[in-house]
């Protein structure tokens, strides 16, 4: 993913992903190469993605907007 904006959110550099600086199109390559030949990074990245946005799941995400609502109103 490009190092930029919201996107190293979700993807963290070499846990489950890879992130290169915006206009690096010799970076992207070569990590889409990494991972077309290596099954098990691939697996492993995979698994971790699921790790991390399942912390980004909306009924979390409302669950501790509300609460942090109702702290405010207290």
Do not use: C, W
Not at 8 to 32: Q, R, V, W
């Amino acid at each position: 993913a490009v190092d930029a904006m919201a996107l190293p959110e979700l993807a963290h550099h070499e846990e489950n992903g890879y992130l290169f600086k915006p206009g690096d199109t010799e970076a992207l390559a070569n990590d889409i190469k990494i991972l077309f030949s290596d099954p098990v990074t691939l697996k492993r990245f995979g698994e971790k993605s699921l790790e991390i946005i399942n912390k980004h799941d909306i009924k979390k995400t409302i669950s501790e907007f509300e609460a942090l609502y109702q702290s405010i109103i207290k």
